[in-house]
């Protein structure tokens, strides 16, 4: 009989790079691209800016950790995110972000890329996230917005668009043509 030790949350803390936690092992994700890259840091600045105006919540960029408790999942990490709960200091955010922006890579193509979005979004909604962007850069449809609470299609927005996060982030907005600055 082999035992195996399954990861921990600890474990996390301490591996390079960008990582989640997964049924037990610690998943590492390849770095983002330049156009994906350089579309998170613009959804970040922006809610960034929000959270300054309005004085709630807090913007968060890529490779930020969020602990959760999923019986399958224990941490998520998105590409932007904006999140309302309590500062952590230097340990990963406690619970999901109220809103939550996956950004396509190379790799985030095909069939098996597709279902392995639409599982982290449902893990997004379980641990309480409203909101998640599914932005490809690649398609006229760049950002697609399911909501927590909204079984019916999701919302599609195109170039020239104005991007929205309700009931997440009431009143920010993003125009689709800076995710292509």
Known sequence: MRSTTQAT?????????KAELIDGEIVQTAPSGDEPGAASVEVVVSLR?????TGHGRAYGDGTGFHVNLPHRESLSPDAAYHIGPRTGMRFLEGAPIFAVEIRSENDYGPAAERAMQAKRA???????LVVWDV???SEDVVTVYRAHDPGPPTIYRRGDLAEAEPAVPGWRLPVNTLFE
């Open 9 to 17: 949350i600890e474990d996390l803390y301490r591996t390079e790079g």
């Open 49 to 53: 800016n929000y959270a300054r105006r």
């Open 123 to 129: 893990d997004y909604f379980a641990c309480g996230t």
């Open 136 to 138: 490809d850069l690649q």
